[in-house]
């Protein structure tokens, strides 16, 4: 069964800093996701990453996929507080989405 | 927005109670997938269904059960509920080939259970 691991599962940053969040998971995937969710809301689509080496780009996001290493990572750049959620990656098995236990990412002014 | 609507958004219930949550999709879908969030934790996959079938199942009893009606709209029904059921229960709409994107969520219903 598709496990999913992400760390840190909390980041505390400051405005301007970059980091990091990775994703590994433990067996073959052909896509991967990232969402982000603000509390007590649903999930919001940040990325679809569907093939080895695929990196996307927004704002201040980047994510990338290495499907032979099993890992995601979502880089930061420059963060502002809006940038505060909770993001989640989402391996796809083969009807269902397995979601990592997520970030709680908090910028700090 | 994404386009797909969950009703009710909020609902507390007494265990042993059954409750029905629902669903209506996003147009152009015709998946219809539904997970438990409980707090603190990532999405756990509970059913999909695809045609008016269940087309995939998580690790959840069988008194969790679903419908999908012809207009792809979806009903996720629990039955003989526990405390440990309070969770937050998000629908995702999708199209069945994957190729054409990733899944859509709703706001989601929260399910007390008291």
């Known amino acids: 069964e598709l496990k999913v691991e992400q760390n840190p599962l909390f980041l505390s940053m400051q405005e301007g800093k970059n980091y990091t969040i990775y994703c590994n998971y433990s067996?073959?995937?052909?896509?991967l996701y990232w969402y982000r969710q603000d509390p007590g809301k649903s999930l919001e689509s940040l990325f679809v990453?569907?093939?080895?080496?695929a990196v996307k780009q927004e704002g201040r996001l980047m994510a990338s996929l290495d499907t032979k290493a099993r890992l995601s990572t979502l880089h930061i750049t420059a963060a502002v507080h809006d940038l505060s959620a909770t993001y989640f990656c989402?391996?796809?098995?083969?009807?269902?989405?397995?979601f990592g236990t997520g970030t709680r990412l908090k910028v700090l002014a | 927005e994404t386009g797909v609507t969950q009703s009710p958004t909020h609902l507390i219930k007494t265990r042993g109670q059954q409750v029905t949550l629902r669903c209506s999709s996003q147009?152009?879908?015709?998946?219809v997938s539904w997970y438990q969030q409980a707090l603190g934790q990532g999405p756990q996959f509970i059913f999909q269904?695809?045609?008016?079938?269940?087309?995939g199942r998580g690790n959840f009893p069988p008194r969790f059960s679903g419908l999908q009606f012809p207009n792809y709209s979806s009903e996720l029904n629990v039955n003989a509920l526990e405390l440990d059921d309070s969770a937050l229960y998000l629908c995702?709409?999708?199209?069945?080939?994957?190729?054409?994107?990733?899944?859509?969520f709703g706001q989601g219903t929260r399910l007390t259970v008291v």
């Open positions: 990453l569907l093939s080895n080496g």
């Open positions: 269904y695809y045609r008016e079938e269940e087309n």
């Open positions: 147009s152009g879908h015709n998946t």
């Open positions: 989402a391996p796809s098995g083969t009807y269902k989405y397995i």
């Open positions: 067996t073959t995937s052909d896509r």
């Open positions: 995702a709409s999708s199209a069945a080939d994957r190729s054409r994107g990733e899944a859509f």
